[in-house]
Every structure is written in structure tokens, then in C-alpha cells.
């Protein structure tokens, strides 16, 4: 990968301004502005349907924006694409590959699309596809093809990467494996626009998120950023059983906030067990049975829950 210099490092590697997408009467994306910076792994995290892959193949080149402009490295689309297209690497959502081929000879057919790039057995071993080598890609599991389709993404040894879901469907070993994978490119100085709706991916692997629901943003920051903006250190979910009524909940002690979702009630809470008492009194006063009662650190998927009422998966 080519070093960028001491002023490259604080330029925008990818931004975009007011762009829209339609699809007859949907509007995939809406307005959406983005900036990321040369060096870091930048995050859209959404639910299925929340523009996050319309927004990536408008950025790679693949699709055109009905609407906004796109700077990608300085360039812009239109203009010595091929030059361009040399210094970036794409994990599409999904790869097709010919099956028959084995890994080499398929990292080797892409490495031959580039005038200069990473030697295909680097490349084999950062993925660690070692053992792998000659075997038919149709011989693959899951999480093997996923890391077939980022060593190809990485054989141009290109500045910026995209990864769209690059872990979507793999089994806990196989995602992080694909974690450390992406960790190694982002720790050589190499730019990632990563989309996922994996919260726990994108608290892990990115420096910055943008939060995306019906093609816009609703919120921007690191992720310890959009977690503090809660107001909650703690969640608080429980379902009840009888005549309960959830007002005033959000004015007990401790309580931020409160959302309903899934028949059960959502409490963003600061201080839990001032919260925890408050509510067991609420329930036992108001003669409801408590059927559950759960606690988690506040993560990204509740600051989406607080922004929109529902879950991530939701969508």
C-alpha cells in the first residue's frame, strides 16, 4: 500500500453531499451526507432496507446517484475512472465466484485486473487461506468465501477498501477472524468504508459511525460518542403480565428514558439500582406480574432504539 504523507493523513478519503437514489416510487437513499477521513474505518450502521448498500455502489462507481456529488480520493466519477478504480478494493454484500476455480487461481484472475498490487501469495496468507490453497471455491464454507472475497478486495493493495456486511451469516469464529483481517489493513494506514448492522462489529472495528435509517443519517460519532448520548450507562427491559400502565415510568429514579417495544418496556437508565427499586415498587403497586427483567451495557443497537422505537433487526 502506498504510504500516504504527513497531509494526506488528515484528508477526506470519501464525502459525499446531498445524495439521493430512487427506485420508482422508493426513495433508497435520501439527502445523505457523508465525510470520511484517510485512516480510518468508517461505519454505516442500519437495518436491512436503510440505504446502507445503495449508498456503497454509488460510492464504488457501480450506480449513480439521481441526485448530490461524490469525491472519492479527490476525484471524482467520470474522470480517469481507471486510475481510480487502481486504488480502491470492494467486498461486494455478495461475491460470485466460479466455482471450479480454486483459491489461487481466482485471487490470481483478480490480481491480473491491476497494474500494481499485492503478490497473490501475500495475499493467501493475510487471509489465511494457506491450506485452502487448491481447493475449488465451491468446496468453501461460508466464512472461507467471505475471506476469498476480501483477499480479492485486498490484491490491488488499494488505499481505500469497502466492506459491505462483510460478516453477515458467518458463525462467531469465522467473524473474527474477518475482525482481525480488517484490523490489519486498518492498523497498516489503509482507509475502510464498512457497512454492517452488527452492532457489536461496528463498536469494535470503527473509529467513527453514521447511523443510517430510510436513506438518511440520524446520528454521527465515535461510538463511545453515540452510546454517551443516551444519558444511560445501563438498559433496563422487562415484560409484565395484568393491567400495567407504563407513564410516569420515565420519571422514576435513576430512569432516562423509556420505550415500549415487543409487548415488553425499554428503560435507559443512569443510576440501576435506584432504577431497579423504583420499578419493582412501580410493578408490585400497581398488582402487575413481572414475567422478565434483563440488564445490558448500553450499546449501539439502543441508541438506534432511541432514535427510532425500534430494533436494528427490525427493519
Same mark, same amino acid.
Given at each position: ?10 484528508a477526506?478519503?470519501l464525502?459525499?453531499?446531498?445524495? +439521493?437514489?430512487?427506485?420508482?416510487d422508493?426513495t433508497a *437513499?435520501?439527502?445523505?451526507d457523508?465525510?470520511?477521513? &484517510? ?6 450502521l ?12 454509488i ?13 472519492i480520493?479527490?476525484? &471524482? ?7 481510480? &478504480?487502481?486504488? !480502491? ?10 466455482? @471450479? !476455480?480454486t483459491v ?8 491480473s ?6 503478490? *497473490?501469495?501475500?495475499? =493467501?496468507?493475510? *487471509?489465511?487461506?494457506?491450506?485452502k490453497?487448491?481447493?475449488?471455491v465451491? @468446496?468453501?464454507s461460508?466464512?472461507? &468465501?467471505?475471506?476469498l ?5 485486498? *490484491?490491488s ?17 469465522a467473524?473474527?477472524?474477518l475482525?482481525d ?13 464498512l457497512?454492517?448492522?452488527y ?35 445501563? =438498559? ?7 393491567n400495567f400502565?407504563p407513564?410516569?415510568l420515565?420519571?422514576?429514579?435513576g ?13 435507559? +437508565?443512569?443510576? =440501576?439500582?435506584?432504577a ?28 438506534? +432504539?432511541?432514535?427510532t422505537?425500534r ?5
Amino acid at each position: 500500500m502506498n504510504q500516504p504523507d504527513a497531509k494526506s493523513n488528515t484528508a477526506v478519503a470519501l464525502r459525499c453531499r446531498g445524495l +439521493v437514489k430512487r427506485y420508482s416510487d422508493v426513495t433508497a *437513499v435520501n439527502g445523505l451526507d457523508l465525510e470520511a477521513l &484517510r485512516g480510518e474505518c468508517f461505519g454505516l450502521l442500519g437495518p436491512n432496507g436503510a440505504g446502507k448498500t445503495t449508498t456503497v455502489e454509488i460510492l464504488e462507481g457501480l450506480t449513480t446517484a439521481d441526485e448530490g456529488e461524490v469525491e472519492i480520493l479527490g476525484h &471524482r466519477w467520470g474522470h480517469d475512472d481507471h486510475a481510480l &478504480r487502481e486504488r !480502491l478494493g470492494a467486498q461486494l454484500q455478495e461475491t460470485k465466484f466460479t466455482e @471450479k !476455480l480454486t483459491v489461487e487461481e481466482t485471487i490470481r484472475l483478480f490480481r491480473s485486473f491491476y497494474q500494481r498490487g499485492r503478490s *497473490v501469495d501475500e495475499v =493467501i496468507g493475510t *487471509v489465511e487461506l494457506e491450506e485452502k490453497r487448491r481447493s475449488q471455491v465451491g @468446496k468453501l464454507s461460508g466464512g472461507q &468465501r467471505q475471506r476469498l472475497a476480501v483477499a480479492c478486495a485486498l *490484491v490491488s493493495d488499494p488505499d481505500l477498501l469497502f466492506l459491505d456486511e462483510p460478516t453477515t451469516g458467518l458463525d462467531p469464529q469465522a467473524r473474527l477472524k474477518l475482525w482481525d483481517i480488517i484490523s490489519q489493513f486498518r492498523a497498516s494506514g489503509g482507509t475502510i468504508l464498512l457497512t454492517t448492522h452488527y452492532m457489536e462489529e461496528a463498536a469494535r472495528l470503527c473509529d467513527r459511525v453514521a447511523i443510517m435509517d430510510h436513506g438518511k443519517t440520524i446520528a454521527l460519532g465515535t461510538p463511545a460518542e453515540l452510546i454517551s448520548s443516551l444519558g444511560a450507562d445501563q =438498559i433496563i427491559e422487562f415484560a409484565v403480565a395484568g393491567n400495567f400502565h407504563p407513564s410516569g415510568l420515565d420519571a422514576l429514579p435513576g430512569v432516562r428514558a423509556m420505550h415500549e417495544r415487543n409487548g415488553g418496556y425499554q428503560l435507559s +437508565v443512569s443510576e =440501576i439500582g435506584a432504577a431497579l427499586t423504583a420499578l419493582m415498587a412501580e410493578i408490585k403497586n400497581q398488582r402487575a406480574e413481572l414475567l422478565s427483567l434483563t440488564t445490558h451495557q448500553a450499546t449501539l443497537e439502543d441508541v438506534f +432504539v432511541a432514535l427510532t422505537g425500534r430494533m436494528l433487526r427490525d427493519g
